[in-house]
């Protein structure tokens, strides 16, 4: 069923945007509601496309940055420098830091602060009009939805209370200052309440929608070279792209998003059918992680997923398997360098990476243990034989004792979830739960697959071990009867 009055902010967003100089939109794709399926607009071929095919141009002059907006201009003591130095995006943790400017995280939440409260004097108002207003991310999730998460790690990255505390300390303080600045003549000012949820509206908006503005030409960097991952850290200049940010996004996709000096292109990557979305790529992300940050969840990228193991956990199973006093217990956990000590451990498949054409190949598979925890697991009971050498002999028992350690680890974490994966696949594969309930399932479910695969790898591995140190402890004689 249409909604007149949705299509018609998306014709009057389009017309907006055609009338930017350098702007170009293919004849042979339109924006769609595409509500129904859960996607909000997307935009779909009407014909039949070729690969390489450039589908929009959006000049940089369009996009929403500070380089764009008049805001920097007009309160230039805030934007004095880049605020690279403090890239973390977080308040000091009583949350009273004021000074310095913002980072450009920060930035781009004020400028977007501040062309909303334009309204029609904002040139960037039809855009305005067609970003959400609310949300899927877990930011804006209660405590009950949040609860159908259950022993999800990425509950704990959610961060809402440090945004908050950013938004105390870096966006609030600005606008109050400034509200000359920022409210036009005869405009009601915000109360702190609506200024905070504006904050965190357009927070999420930017963390769902922002691109980094690096150009494809200079020099890229080894450390991050995956150009579909975008800057969500605060040290490349964001910006908010226009029409790029209506695409929707999976882990196959067909399209990719060009970074130019003058302007931005989207291009096919592999011929597109009438009919077909257009769509990006965000990154291989899992599905808890892909929630968090843009409220939905995909099949496709549930071969990404992740879940995590604490140490603590590790710690204490392995304590009962070698069943030692305290005093020897306590030296060796003395031996370790707490500052070396990792927290967690990310567990997760070999999943692979998407060709030249945003196509994904074979099966994700479970192909190693975390190489940090066996490795921090080595460091504990190498200082455990210093102290107690009998408790472990050789170099046989400690890669037993290991494997023995992370497999019940892996079982025990996998309890911490209350339901089952059996559970949790019916309530999905007969449709028994819908909106944010399914999405929070489908995470859930995911991390348990992919807790059982490790399980699975652990005990296979463990068994290999095992039967090596048997066969290593017959008579000579014996093994040589067997050959």
């Given amino acids: 069923m249409s909604d007149p009055a949705f299509d018609s902010k998306s014709a009057s967003f389009l017309e907006w945007f055609k009338a930017w100089p350098g702007a170009t939109f293919h004849p042979n794709i339109e924006i769609q509601d595409l509500r129904g399926k859960g996607a909000g607009r997307g935009i779909v071929a009407t014909a039949d496309i070729p690969e390489d095919t450039v589908l929009f141009t959006i000049p940089r002059t369009a996009i929403i940055s500070t380089q764009t907006s008049d805001l920097p201009s007009r309160i230039p003591q805030v934007f ?10 977080e308040a000091d943790e009583d949350g009273s830091e004021t000074s310095g400017p913002p980072d450009n995280w920060a930035s781009l939440i004020l400028i977007m602060i ?15 009009d067609v970003l959400p207003d609310q949300f899927e991310t877990l ?59 504006l904050a965190h509206r357009m927070g999420s908006t930017i963390m769902a929608y922002a691109f980094d503005l690096e150009n494809d030409d200079e020099e890229a960097d080894p450390e991050n070279d995956d150009e579909w991952v975008e800057d969500k850290e605060g040290v490349l200049m964001m910006g908010m792209v226009p029409m790029a940010d209506i695409l929707n996004a999976d882990a196959e996709f067909n399209a990719h998003v060009n970074h130019g000096e ?55 199973v392995l304590k009962g398997t070698l069943s030692l006093d305290e005093e020897t217990w306590g030296k060796a956990v003395n031996e370790l360098d707490l500052e070396e000590i990792e927290d967690a451990f990310v567990i997760e498949r070999d999943s692979g990476e998407p060709d030249s054409q945003g196509e994904i190949h074979g099966e994700a598979t479970f192909k190693e243990l975390p190489s940090d925890l066996i490795e921090q697991i080595h460091t ?7 102290i107690s050498p009998s408790a472990i002999p050789d170099k046989a028992m400690r890669d037993e004792i290991t494997l023995q350690v992370v497999h ?6 996998l309890g911490q979830y209350p339901t089952s994966q059996v559970y949790d696949l019916d309530l999905l594969s007969a449709n028994k739960v819908s909106g944010r309930q399914k ?45």
């Fill in 80 to 89: 004095e420098t880049t605020g690279l130095e403090d890239a973390d995006n």
């Fill in 114 to 128: 501040y062309e909303y409260l334009q309204g029609g004097n904002s040139r960037w108002r039809p855009y305005l």
């Fill in 139 to 197: 930011m804006w999730w209660n405590d009950h939805e949040l609860g159908e998460l259950q022993a999800s790690s990425i509950v704990s990255k959610i961060g809402k209370d440090e945004a908050d505390g950013m938004f105390r300390a870096k966006v609030l303080p600005v606008v109050e200052e400034n509200a000359h600045i920022f409210y036009p003549d005869g405009s009601e000012k915000l109360s702190e309440d609506q200024l905070m949820t």
């Fill in 262 to 316: 003058d302007s931005l292109t989207v291009t096919t990557l592999r011929p597109i059918r009438a009919g077909d979305e257009i769509l990006n790529y965000y990154g291989p992300l899992g599905n808890g992680e892909l929630l968090r940050r843009y409220g939905y969840v995909t099949d496709r990228h549930a071969r990404h997923d992740v879940t995590e193991i604490s140490w603590d956990l590790v710690v204490s």
């Fill in 380 to 386: 504990l009971l190498k200082a455990i034989r210093k």
């Fill in 408 to 413: 019940r680890a892996l079982e025990l974490r």
């Fill in 439 to 483: 999405k929070a399932v489908a995470v859930r479910w995911g991390e348990k697959v992919l807790l059982q695969e490790a399980i699975d790898f652990a005990q296979e591995k463990l068994l290999k071990v095992q039967s090596k140190a048997g066969q290593e402890s017959e008579p000579y004689a014996k093994r040589q009867r067997t050959r």
